[in-house]
């Protein structure tokens, strides 16, 4: 009966793979990038192992700390992917309704979707970990039983943590009144925003650059070799790892043995749990909620200075946001990193690393522009890009409305653009204060991310406009098309060289300022050029992906 549930998935694969309308270019794009994404993940953990190997008696401590750190990333990544899953799967998806109405038994229809949770919250996680694990196989020249101890391992840690999630789902829908969606998102996002935390805290990456927190050499290496919690699972695959590397049969089989143990008496219990309270959490999930949206939202004064028809686009933009709650669940987590991205920049110990502090506080400065802008595209990837398949069949409304497809595409350009340039401008702002940079710098990082900003959310609206999913279930996973594909390629391409742009000027003007003398008529000239490019750039940025979008959505219309 299972097999017969999961059927509908296998043949969807099976008919994308087959269909004649099926685009071989973009398949090998997809190919091509993510083989060398893979690829360069592997030469960097290869090269940093080797350097690691060639360190005498701290070496091997130190690559074996970095694989904890590893499995500890893995294990929480995998939490927060399988919990959003857990929820979408078990109780938005829109075929639910169907499925409940065979006469099947709950508990059936669970595992079903257990195993699609699995196997969609832990694929890429599980795919993009193997060149780290296989760097260690390589370097420490790991037997075939490591390989297979690696397989079995990561995937039995994929199977704990999709049940946990599994059941941590279950529990809080059917304790929270299901009309409540919301307060059951943040919950969830809450306790794993303490898992999060905790897993950062166990890391805490920075003691490793400040030698005054250790009082000799022997409370270092001390502090190397102390073990990760061993009431996590996570610790175990760890330890069964490094046992399949050094060779240690006993360790190996009892940490193994650990896990599968844990994980059968997971499974168990999520069966006990589902067949209890699945349907009836379920259940309550249909109940009618009034979706209300809050007059001070709606009244805003700055809509009510627009247009009337385009006032109106603008109130159903945001109700569309509002009613939408699958968009809550990625809000709340994207939350949960920016707060930890941030942390990070707080406990940089800039006055224990041997650098010249200032030049090394200007540089992580300007090199925050591009991670900052590497953020500014993965949430506009989540909320700018799917705005316009969102629309989905009822686009024809749009099309048949008194106002133009073009103003259609600007208005939404808007409504995104200014709590992401707000957004952009504190994270670069609050960053930019814990390190203490020049005031030439903080100005500097402020304007660039400001022409940033637009640019970013213009390829996000004009590309998502020039290829649209309007029959998606899930607009949010457009992102995951041919056309996200470019839209990440292109963001990328176009802060990169704006940052390579800017790198030359800033180094003379910051260089010039420590040696006490003054720049050049060629180098202002340079300056001011390369400056001006930047802009220029960023006007065609913001410019040239709306009008090709909206070309590219009249076309296919």
Not at 216 to 233: D, E, F, N, R
Not at 484 to 492: D, E, K, V
């Amino acid at each position: 009966m299972i097999a017969i549930l999961l059927k509908p998935r296998i043949l969807s694969f099976k008919n994308r793979g087959s269909s004649k309308d099926s685009k071989w270019h973009k398949v090998l794009l997809f190919a091509i990038i993510g083989l060398l994404f893979w690829a360069g993940l592997f030469a960097v953990s290869l090269r940093v192992l080797k350097y690691f190997k060639s360190i005498q008696d701290v070496g091997d401590i130190l690559a074996i700390k970095l694989l904890s750190m590893v499995m500890i990333t893995f294990f929480s990544v995998l939490m927060f992917s399988s919990i959003l899953t857990s929820l979408s799967k078990l109780y938005l998806s829109k075929d639910l309704s169907l499925v409940h109405s065979m006469p099947v038994p709950s508990y059936k229809i669970f595992v079903a979707r257990w195993i699609e949770i699995t196997i969609d919250s832990s694929w890429m996680v599980f795919l993009y970990m193997l060149p780290i694990f296989i760097s260690y196989g390589i370097v420490y020249k790991g037997n075939v039983i490591f390989y297979i101890n690696m397989f079995l391992s990561l995937s039995i840690l994929s199977m704990i943590t999709s049940a946990i999630s599994g059941i941590i789902v279950m529990l809080v829908v059917f304790i929270i009144p299901a009309t409540r969606i919301k307060n059951i998102f943040l919950f969830l996002s809450l306790c794993f925003f303490v898992v999060l935390y905790v897993a950062v805290r166990l890391l805490r990456p920075e003691r490793l650059v400040n030698p005054e927190a250790f009082e000799t050499v022997l409370s270092y290496l001390k502090t190397l070799k102390a073990p990760a919690p061993i009431y996590l699972p996570s610790t175990w695959a760890f330890d069964s790892l490094k046992a399949s590397l050094f060779n240690l049969p006993v360790e190996l089989i009892f940490n193994l043995g650990l896990l599968i143990s844990f994980g059968g008496l997971v499974y168990f219990l999520m069966i006990i749990i589902s067949d209890s309270i699945y349907f009836k959490g379920f259940s309550k999930s249909q109940a009618a909620s009034k979706q209300l949206i809050a007059k001070r939202i709606l009244t805003f004064p700055i809509l009510n200075l627009l247009p009337r028809h385009v006032h109106a686009f603008a109130i159903k933009e945001i109700k569309i946001f509002y009613r939408d709650q699958t968009q809550w669940s990625q809000l709340f987590l994207i939350g949960v990193l920016i707060f930890i991205y941030v942390y990070n920049f707080t406990v940089i110990p800039l006055d224990k690393i041997p650098i010249k502090t200032i030049y090394l506080q200007n540089l992580l400065s300007f090199l925050n522009i591009g991670l900052a802008a590497f953020v500014l595209t993965a949430i506009t990837a989540r909320f700018v890009y799917p705005a316009v398949s969102i629309e989905g069949q009822a686009f024809w409304i749009v099309k048949m409305s008194p106002i133009k497809l073009k103003t259609f595409l600007w208005l939404k350009f808007f409504i995104y653009f200014f709590p992401l340039l707000v957004l952009s401008e504190v994270l670069i702002i609050v960053t930019n204060i814990y390190l203490s940079v020049t005031p030439f710098m903080m100005y500097l990082s402020s304007i660039t991310i400001f022409f940033i900003v637009p640019g970013v959310v213009s390829m996000g609206i004009g590309m998502g406009a020039a290829y649209p999913d309007f029959k998606s279930e899930n607009p949010a996973q457009a992102v995951t098309s041919f056309g996200g594909l470019l839209f990440m390629i292109l963001c990328a391409a176009y802060t990169g060289i704006v940052v390579l742009i800017e790198a030359g000027p800033v180094y003379a003007i910051f260089m010039s300022g420590m040696k006490y003398r003054s720049l050049s008529v060629l180098e202002l000239i340079w300056i001011l050029v390369s400056f001006l490019i930047a802009f220029i750039l960023s006007l065609l940025a913001i410019i040239l992906p709306m009008q090709f979008g909206e070309k590219r959505l009249l076309l296919s219309q």
